[in-house]
């Protein structure tokens, strides 16, 4: 989008940059959006378009005529967040149970480390393909980083409403 300045005959534009919009307005509104209705939900319970960097923005203390939503709109917003990020949470980190556990079995039964492909770019913007060792740890750090998002959504959900945990288990 271009947007004039002063008289078009002086040339001054300034081009908006959607996408670092957007991303300042994730990490305003906390990161790792859910997708909620066709929207992107947020934490805060702000939501934003799924398909366009330019938006739209939806506040959650108000509706699409600009009138104020109850209070109980925005308890149901950030239930809605945290329902939807703990499926996709649990879902994740029994995923990495199940790799951790399968590789882990493998190489038990191999004498030697099993090997994975990595690729990376060097100091000299070279693209290295490799085989290295098979790091089970690192694996197991991402299940642990997994089982304490878990965690933070179970807590979250049980502060905003008492017993919600026997809805979304």
Known sequence: ???????????????????????KFVEQHGGFPVHYLGRLLFRDGWMYSATDHKGPEWNPLYDNEGKEV???KLIELKVAYWSLRLKSLRLAHRELVQAFDSLKQLQLSR???MQHTVTYVDDEGIRVTKSVDLNLQALETRMEWAAKDVEECELHLAQLVPNVMNSVA
């Open 111 to 113: 004498s030697a480390p």
């Open 70 to 72: 109850p209070p109980e």
């Open 1 to 23: 989008m271009r947007i004039p300045l002063s008289k078009p005959t002086n040339g001054i534009v300034i081009r908006i940059d959607w996408k670092a919009y957007y991303l």
